[in-house]
């Protein structure tokens, strides 16, 4: 279970999420290609993953596996000067999945390849160009501002060609066939918070919830965004529905608190569960209803699977100023964030794994507490006895009588043990059950 003495301690995991994000941080990734490939194979050195390739060309629901991307080099330099633009000093200086180039142009062509951020005019920018066909570079904008009139030599040594779409796959049985999904997009060159942070956060989980028991079954997916997750969706349709919970982790390791983005559905398990952890915690946090925008929530909660699963993040995209930046860097991410957002998953993977429905056995009039030992005594929690007894009709689960409540789940989950041992509660299938 999680919480157990057996799971690392939130610092310790902090620590190790960092070191893993240090590690994947220098990999040029995208969507497809040799870097999705080396940080799943970084990824495997941790957790067994299942490394799946798909072709160039299947078709997946309404989209097609793209080409494969691979670069090599990308560079600018005045004609015989030194490079202004180099790709191996940050791999986000090339537009990610831009086709190859080798040709000398003045600087007027040049400059509408060129991408750069008036406003951070220090930073570089992420930018990519699936699904179009284009070739760029992005660069900081005082530089960008300095390059003088010329002939510039331009090259982008990169291939794009059928191949195979990569991803991870990790499957941590349980008890029960019912799984948790834990989603990370994979695909983002050196982009820290964006999604390194999701990445390593996933991999702990599936280190730490692989040491004890579990009543779910726990599927772990390492896929580039949008592509991947359809792309999973449509090669494992039947094996959907096995889905009762599920979470998109993605930056998880800024500053800013914590933000939960609950599923379409809204009430799902996972959803009151989340909100029940982070009330519970008594840090601040923020709870968001379902939009069709973000990450690959999109997909999962798309209404032709309308699956319980809900987006786990800090500070979302587009609401810091370094988000798809040079910005999101080592620096931007933080151990002690990494470590909360670990802490909290776990809590909430804990109320998930918790959760029961159970039967007052004696629901006529109070029981008598006091001849159970269950009444003023050392290790007592009279009230949450008392809520506990009084909801416990098979339609009310332990969460649900936390909220009721308004007691943390810790309380309601310890009392209803205590009732369970004393043979004043049993428990009942929950619905949920098969
Ligand atoms: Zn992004």
Redesign the pocket.
Known sequence: MPGDASFPSPADAGREMYELIRELFPICRSITGDGLRQTLEIISRRIPLAVREVPSGTPVFDWVIPREWNIRDAYVRKARGEKIIDFQQSNLQVLNYSVPINRTMPLAELKEHLFSLPDRPDWIP?RTAYYRENWGFCLPHTQLQALEEGNYEVRIDSTLADGSLTYGEYLLPGEREEEVLISC?TC?PS?AN??LSGVSLAVKLAESLGRGPRRFSYRFLFIP?TIGAITWLCLNEPEVVKIKNGLVL?GVGDSGKIIYKKSRRGDAAIDRAAVQALRDSGDPFEVRDFHPYG?DERQYCSPGFNLPVGRFSRTP?GEYPE??TSADNLDFVKTDALAESFSQVLSLLRILEANRFYRNRCPKGEPQLGKRGLYAAPGIDELALLWVLNLSDGGYDLLAIAERSGLEFGRVARAAAQLKESGLLEEVPDRGAH
């Open positions: 992420y997009h983002h982009l964006d999604n965004g993605t990450y995209y988000y798809h």
